[in-house]
Every structure is written in structure tokens, then in C-alpha cells.
């Protein structure tokens, strides 16, 4: 499901998944354009900051997703174990504990509260001639993998 860039809209869509689907794991996937060739795998998301306007021009009230919720929530998956343990050939993978205060951490954020945990949220860089479609789909198969994983789900 692709999310607006807009936090309410982006919001809306984040309960609607958790309350109608109730997925074991939902993995957020963002666009970091200014890392060329790396991917993030964010560990954490934050409440509160979000004074950068979206799409729609708006931002939160209170600057915050969740009024009262937790400074941060941790995701059930350790980024940190997956980053050590998981290469993808062509492309760096790093360790991330900051998402950034914009539509993808209030997202994420949004995420883990509704998610109880159970969210992931992994950066990306923009396609080009050396990260192709074909590539990073591959790429993210093999990381949504190893959280599966992480989360007691077999491969079969």
C-alpha cells in the first residue's frame, strides 16, 4: 500500500492496517534521497518534532503523533542484529536509530504505537542505473526475510 506524504493521511492509513488487516509485522519502506546507494534499517521512531510541513502543507498538532504516547518506541526487530548479520551484495546497509522528524518517522512512530512494536521501517535510495527496481525488490526480499525470522516465521 503506498502512503501519502502527509501525516494525517499517512496516519489514517497506519491504524486503518493495524485495526483491519492486523498484520504480524508491517514494513514501512521510505525514500531517503540523499543516500545514493545505501539503505537505512531504522530501529526506532519518535514522537515528537514534526515542525516540517508535508505535502498538504500541514503539520501536527503539538508537533507530535501520538499525544501522551512515549518519547520513543522501539521496534520488536532488532535493526541492529539484522544489520550485522544480513549483506546484500551491491549495496551498503547501515544501522539507523534516527528516521528523521518528517512523514517517515511519524509514520514509523504511528506504526510501532498501533503495532504494539511489531513495525519495521527500512529507508531506501532513489532508483538510478546501479539500484534498479529489480535490484533493491531483491534486496528488501532478503531483509523482510530475516525479520521474518526474527519473528519465529518459518521459510517454507
Same mark, same amino acid.
Given at each position: 500500500?503506498?502512503?501519502?506524504?502527509?501525516?494525517?493521511?499517512?496516519?489514517?492509513?497506519?491504524?486503518?492496517?493495524?485495526?483491519?488487516?492486523?498484520?504480524?509485522?508491517?514494513?514501512?519502506?521510505?525514500?531517503?534521497?540523499?543516500?545514493?546507494?545505501?539503505?537505512?534499517?531504522?530501529?526506532?521512531?519518535?514522537?515528537?518534532?514534526?515542525?516540517?510541513?508535508?505535502?498538504?502543507?500541514?503539520? +501536527?498538532?503539538?508537533?507530535?503523533?501520538?499525544? %501522551?504516547?512515549?518519547? !520513543?518506541?522501539?521496534?520488536? $526487530?532488532?535493526?541492529?542484529? #539484522?544489520?550485522?548479520?544480513?549483506?546484500?551484495?551491491?549495496?551498503?546497509?547501515?544501522?539507523?536509530?534516527?528516521?528523521?522528524?518528517?512523514?517517515?518517522?511519524?509514520?514509523?512512530?504511528?506504526?510501532?504505537?498501533?503495532?504494539?512494536?511489531?513495525?519495521?521501517?527500512?529507508?531506501?535510495? +532513489?532508483?538510478?542505473?546501479?539500484?534498479?527496481? %529489480?535490484?533493491?525488490? !531483491?534486496?528488501?526480499?532478503? $531483509?523482510?526475510?530475516?525479520? #521474518?525470522?526474527?519473528?519465529?516465521?518459518?521459510?517454507?
Amino acid at each position: 500500500m503506498q502512503l501519502p506524504v502527509a501525516y494525517q493521511k499517512a496516519k489514517e492509513q497506519v491504524i486503518k492496517i493495524w485495526t483491519t488487516l492486523q498484520p504480524l509485522l508491517t514494513v514501512h519502506v521510505g525514500l531517503a534521497s540523499s543516500t545514493p546507494a545505501l539503505i537505512l534499517l531504522e530501529q526506532c521512531g519518535k514522537n515528537k518534532g514534526y515542525q516540517e510541513r508535508d505535502a498538504c502543507g500541514f503539520h +501536527p498538532e503539538g508537533a507530535c503523533c501520538v499525544r %501522551d504516547g512515549p518519547e !520513543k518506541i522501539e521496534s520488536a $526487530i532488532n535493526m541492529k542484529t #539484522l544489520w550485522k548479520n544480513i549483506s546484500v551484495e551491491g549495496i551498503d546497509i547501515m544501522f539507523s536509530r534516527d528516521a528523521g522528524r518528517y512523514v517517515c518517522d511519524y509514520t514509523y512512530y504511528t506504526s510501532l504505537y498501533y503495532g504494539n512494536g511489531r513495525a519495521a521501517f527500512i529507508h531506501v535510495p +532513489p532508483l538510478s542505473k546501479s539500484v534498479t527496481a %529489480d535490484f533493491l525488490g !531483491k534486496a528488501l526480499y532478503t $531483509i523482510i526475510l530475516a525479520m #521474518l525470522e526474527q519473528c519465529g516465521v518459518v521459510r517454507e
